[in-house]
């Protein structure tokens, strides 16, 4: 048995179905031994998300829909009272309006690239605030990025700009909570089929081009992205902080 985050507190934040990143990333932690809070995103997902909630016997599940004022201190604030610490935290959320998305960067709206990075990028920055006084024997902030933030990815668009400031605000956020004990790291996997991916535009050639010049000649799963998320999260890592580290079976090196 993995006993690897045994007696550590964490929340999950993203988790939308069984195939969501989230939700690998979630039961992995589970697995390791760790106690759960989690998320769902409003009242139609929640019946999507309350049953794996339960499969984890999360005692905190709750809404967050982080353009709603509130609703984030509003987690975080359960967490305090009911555990007083946290120890880890995983961001996996980002959203970019359909028309600026299916778009050229060029052509993007001003309020749609705007939306598109508070919810993708800077509400992991506020997650990071909300968490810091919690986190007061040090801990580990993790997020979802995509090699699409260093390379142009055909058809990823606006979510590429968005991506690369999600890493640089990673690597910024390392250094300013680091003295404190809080580790701060990017995990980009491979393309995956999640509800979220569908929204891009040709996305089943990027799953098939993924395979095609990936070292490994194969996708990545969910359980492979929770696997590298424990380790990030565990004492194991308590050296890492600041990278984007890749999940991919090698596709970021060709």
């Avoid at 697995?31 to 759960?36: F, I, P, Q, S, V």
């Avoid at 709750?62 to 359960?78: C, T």
């Avoid at 902030?141 to 640089?168: F, H």
């Avoid at 998320?229 to 991919?248: H, I, K, P, R, W």
Wanted: proline content about 6%; overall charge negative.
């Amino acid at each position: 048995m993995n006993t690897a985050l045994q007696g550590k507190k964490g929340l999950v934040v993203g988790i939308a179905n069984a195939q969501s990143i989230a939700w690998g990333c979630a039961r992995a932690f589970r697995d390791a031994g760790a106690e759960l809070a989690v998320t769902w995103f409003n009242d139609k997902a929640r019946p999507h998300v309350e049953p794996l909630a339960q499969q984890l016997q999360a005692p905190i599940a709750l809404p967050l829909d982080v353009e709603q004022p509130g609703q984030m201190e509003a987690v975080f604030a359960a967490i305090e009272q009911r555990w007083g610490r946290l120890d880890f935290v995983l961001h996996s959320i980002a959203f970019a309006p359909k028309s600026d998305l299916h778009g050229r960067v060029t052509d993007s709206s001003r309020e749609g690239f705007g939306r598109a990075m508070d919810i993708s990028c800077h509400s992991f920055a506020r997650m990071a605030r909300l968490a810091e006084p919690l986190m007061k024997d040090g801990g580990s902030l993790m997020t979802m990025s995509y090699v699409g933030a260093e390379e142009v990815i055909p058809d990823y668009g606006l979510m590429g700009p968005v991506k690369a400031a999600l890493e640089a605000s990673t690597r910024y956020m390392a250094a300013e909570l680091g003295p404190s004990g809080i580790r701060v790291n990017a995990v980009s996997p491979g393309p995956l089929a999640t509800r979220a991916a569908s929204g891009i535009p040709n996305f089943d050639a990027l799953l098939d081009e993924a395979v095609r010049r990936a070292p490994l000649r194969r996708r990545v799963d969910i359980a492979e992205v929770g696997a590298l998320c424990v380790f990030l999260a565990s004492d194991a890592a308590t050296a890492m902080t600041g990278g984007t580290l890749y999940v991919d079976a090698g596709f970021h090196i060709l």
